[in-house]
């Protein structure tokens, strides 16, 4: 429980240019995926930029009218006064509409450049490597691309929007501005950068909190899951494991609220600190324009407009810088999902379907693997060869490599050492889909899919459609046929409580089921099965295993050995050696660690 990093918070990384660059990536990457939303967006963004200056502008031309016709008495300038009143009700309105425009279509954005990156995530997790997803880097950066998949790509684009815009609006602000008093622009400029110093301080800030308490926020979710899941229950309510659960989630709370509780505290206060001096310096302004305007220097409508002009300048500016440091801190989000994303496969998929020796079947030419950060090799040196038809068994304690062989056989794996041959041609050479085609295999631990019955069995051909008379196959090869019996549904039944109509299986059934996955590749002329018969009774195991499959080579992984005394071979893995091979006779006659564990699994039943 003491997933901590305090000595390694990832640092705010990307410099001012890579910022730019993963801005255009991602507005390229939704313009490219809905093209016309986008011009939609751009073409209302740019009307609801420039239109507050033009309103501010007609605004100063209906004061100045107003005055005029008082002063006058015209006919004339009371008309045109109206008139400019209802340009100015046009421009308002134009305005409303372009505001109310951009969060429709914005929303619409927002939906669809959350569904576009989850793609792309998806895509990315499809094509990386078993080691690579298996890499705690990688697996981080997955789970912050997930977790930010839709909130953190949308709003970098939206905020670059916003940079537009009131980029725009600040402009055209400007550009009255120096027409009547040049300096009040460097007035509106100084008055937000207090706001925008501060948002970038605590962008880095937040930041790193957050990526760097992700296994703190990880275990949390953990602890969790063992308290409300259905697969926790038993052991927890009969340890009585909940007070202690329950005090390790509000530790974790405790930590993590009272170090974004100061986070938050110190925003608070510096952001109202540098929002005063912002204040101040407008206030100032608008005192130096009352006080020139009563000696003559500017026109009522001037005025009016000029402290307009500030107002909104100054808004304008806090906009833009704001958008700017939120950028900065959503640009940090996404470079983690663009590592992801760049992540690259070690090499291209290999395209054979077919080597150059079909009896050669499956060998391992002194294959060597070491899981990255351990010392010792999972699988060192050994060699052996499968030739069609033969039925081997695998023997070894915990941890002696024999389902890290298993990976290397199915090509999951690629070897740090030595060869994997499928007909005389490396495994890494082999098309992916032939492949699977030809190697049937049962996980240990398999996966109990939250689907239904027949979506359990069809898993192991990819879920391509397949006739109905090979899944019942698949379920009378399997032992599973007993389990549809007993469910309301069949093959149709909905597994696992978590749904209103689902049901729930026993392990030993679970088992049956991921046996019928595992057999139901018709095609496939080796069989693979990683303690098959660790959930079944005597019965069931003695009727799978006597069972004949003609033409068929299986690798049998078990520690019950009884069930490998039929074997042509038995491979004997130890610390991830092959320390001895033969069949069940010869490795008795030899007295060496096969026939030592025999031994004592035999004594049992004395």
């Known amino acids: 429980m003491n997933e901590t990093r305090d000595t390694a918070e990832p640092e705010p990384r990307p410099a001012r240019l890579d910022s730019v660059r993963q801005a255009v990536r991602t507005l390229k990457l939704a313009a490219q995926a809905r093209p016309l939303l986008v011009l939609v967006i751009a073409a209302l963004t740019v009307a609801a930029a420039l239109l507050p200056a033009a309103a501010l502008y007609v605004s100063k031309l209906i004061i100045d009218g107003v005055v005029a016709a008082i002063e006058t008495g015209s006919e004339a300038d009371r008309q045109t006064a109206l008139i400019w009143v209802g340009v100015e009700s046009g421009l308002l309105a134009l305005l409303l509409a372009a505001r109310r425009g951009l969060v429709f279509f914005k929303g619409q954005l927002h939906a669809e450049i959350g569904f576009i990156v989850s793609e792309r995530i998806l895509d990315k997790a499809a094509g990386l490597t078993l080691a690579q997803i298996e890499d705690p880097d990688i697996q981080e950066k997955l789970i912050l691309a997930r977790q930010f998949s839709a909130s953190r790509p949308y709003s970098l684009i939206n905020r670059v929007f916003d940079v537009a815009q009131h980029g725009l609006t600040l402009a055209s602000l400007l550009a009255l501005l120096l027409a009547s008093a040049p300096w009040l622009a460097l007035l509106v400029i100084a008055g937000g950068l207090p706001v925008f110093i501060g948002n970038v301080r605590f962008s880095g800030d937040a930041y790193r909190f957050y990526t760097g308490r992700t296994p703190q926020m990880r275990e949390r979710n953990y602890l969790e899951g063992l308290m409300t899941q259905e697969g926790s229950a038993r052991e927890r309510l009969h340890f009585g494991q909940s007070p ?165 056989a199915t090509g999951l794996y690629a070897p740090d050492g030595g060869r994997v041959t499928l007909d005389g041609l490396d495994v890494a050479d082999w098309d992916s889909a032939a492949l699977r085609s030809r190697i049937g295999v049962l996980f240990q631990p398999h996966v109990n899919y939250k689907l239904s019955v027949r979506d359990n069995i069809r898993a192991g051909t990819g879920w391509r459609p397949i006739p109905e008379g090979q899944v019942e196959r698949a379920l009378d090869a399997g032992l599973a046929r007993s389990v549809i019996e007993d469910l309301p549904g069949g093959l149709d039944a909905r597994l696992s409580k978590r749904f209103p109509d689902g049901l729930e299986l026993s392990g030993g059934q679970w088992q049956r089921l991921a046996m019928a996955r595992a057999l139901v590749n018709e095609d496939a002329d080796i069989l693979i099965l990683d303690e098959p018969t660790a959930a079944l009774d005597p019965a069931a195991e003695a009727a799978f295993l006597n069972e004949e499959r003609p033409g068929q080579s299986l690798i049998l992984i078990s520690h019950r050995l009884s069930n490998l005394r039929t074997a042509d071979t038995i491979l004997v893995l130890d610390k991830g050696r092959l320390v001895a091979a033969g069949n069940h006779a010869s490795l008795m006659e030899d007295g060496g660690l096969y026939a030592e564990l025999f031994e004592l699994q035999a004594e049992a039943y004395r």
Do not use: C
């Open 244 to 408: 202690e659960l329950k005090a390790r989630f509000r530790a974790l709370f405790d930590d993590l609220h009272g170090d974004d509780t100061a986070l938050k505290r110190r925003q608070a206060l510096f952001g109202t600190l540098l929002g005063l001096v912002g204040s101040a310096v407008f206030l100032g302004g608008k005192l130096w324009i009352v006080a020139v305007t009563i000696g003559g220097a500017f026109s009522l409508g001037q005025m009016t407009m000029l402290i307009g002009l500030l107002k909104q300048g100054q808004a304008a500016v806090n906009n833009v810088l704001s958008a700017f440091s939120g950028t900065y801190e959503d640009v940090l989000y996404v470079t983690n999902l663009y590592d992801l994303l760049d992540t690259p496969v070690p090499r291209s998929p290999g395209r054979a379907v077919a080597g150059p020796d079909p009896e050669d079947g499956l060998r391992f030419h002194s294959v060597t693997y070491r899981y990255p950060g351990q010392k010792r090799a999972a699988l060192d040196g050994v060699s052996f060869q499968l030739q069609p038809g033969m039925r081997m068994g695998i023997v070894g304690v915990n941890g002696s490599g024999k389902t890290t062989l298993v990976k290397l």
